[in-house]
């Protein structure tokens, strides 16, 4: 796995480039202050939601903090070499990340191969953007808004992920593609 502190040492630069106090970071983005505190010293990795959370309150795009270098068009990444950038654990559940564009610096786009292991609280989040999942394995819960739907391997769906969505592994774990567009 990667380095597990990058993405909060970069959350700390562009926010000290921008001259914001963790504080008016936490208010720009929505998210709690002990939240912040914690992206940046590496003691939490953000679920995708949070990202874009961050991102957005610091006029970045999502990839910013997953990429290291650039990397040439077409950007392939072959099933045997994928690595593992980072995996979270917490309120939404226990998600391991494997970016698919990182980087493709100039990309709309960001697609992710996630495992996804059970979790017992199922909290639901929303940011600006879309969202496309294919299921690979196993079965997943889609909450989206007030609905709840189970998708299985070879499902797909495509939603707007500014109504409250969750997504996690039900019955074991699961993988799922994603492709998230969130507009700069």
């Known amino acids: 796995m990667a380095d597990t502190n990058k993405l909060g040492k970069r959350v700390t630069k562009y926010r000290e480039q921008l001259g914001l106090t963790q504080e008016q970071l936490a208010t720009n983005s929505g998210l709690g202050l002990s939240y ?78 996630i495992r996804i292991t059970p979790d017992e609280i199922r909290e639901t989040s929303s ?29 797909s769906v495509y939603y707007n992920a500014v109504v409250p969505h969750y997504i996690g592994a039900i019955d074991g774990p699961a993988e799922i593609y994603a492709v998230l567009y969130t507009p700069m």
């Open 36 to 113: 912040i505190v914690d992206v940046e010293e590496g003691n939490v990795y953000p679920s995708v939601g949070s990202i874009i959370k961050l991102s957005r309150a610091l006029g970045q795009r999502v990839g910013t903090f997953m990429d290291d270098q650039f990397e040439p068009d077409p950007v392939i990444v072959r099933k045997s070499s994928r690595e593992e950038e980072s995996s979270a654990k917490g309120a939404n559940g226990h998600y391991h990340y494997y970016p698919l564009g990182k980087g493709k610096t100039d990309r709309h786009m960001d697609p992710l191969f």
């Open 127 to 155: 940011h600006e953007g879309e969202e496309f999942i294919i299921v690979v394995s196993g079965k997943i819960l889609l909450k989206y808004g007030q609905e709840e739907k189970v998708l299985e391997e070879g499902d």
